[in-house]
């Protein structure tokens, strides 16, 4: 069993950034984040494997949120820049068994409980 946890998120003006951070109880292979805003279904923003390649298929972040991950640490990260609006959510940290990573939430195994981030105008 993997334990996530995650921290870092809160308000921000637009404009703005933040760095999630996930501690995991073990380690992991493949590694994600989600999000979800309310009334909207869980969506994909970035994964990584264990050697540090990323998986970025989200248009709407793409050159702005970056993943990264400290495997000595067990720690992966997200920072996010140039904050917007439609960035308000509750992020979650995701890890599955496999050894790759996946844009699908129902690919992953172990879920975090969530961080929220707000983005005021």
């Known amino acids: 069993q993997v334990h996530l946890v995650e921290s870092g998120g809160g308000l921000v003006q637009a404009g703005g950034s933040l760095e999630l951070s996930c501690a995991h109880s073990?380690?992991?292979?493949?590694m994600a984040w989600f999000r979800q805003a309310p009334g909207r279904e869980r969506e994909f923003v970035e994964a990584i494997n264990w050697s540090g390649e990323r998986s970025s298929y989200q248009d709407s972040v793409k050159g702005r949120f970056t993943i990264s991950r400290d495997n000595g640490k067990k720690t992966v990260y997200l920072q996010l820049n140039s904050l917007k609006p439609e960035d308000t959510a509750v992020y979650y940290c995701a890890a599955r068994n496999g050894v790759l990573a996946r844009a699908q939430a129902e690919e992953y195994d172990y879920w975090g409980q969530g961080t929220q981030v707000t983005v005021s105008l």
């Open positions: 073990e380690w992991t292979s493949a």
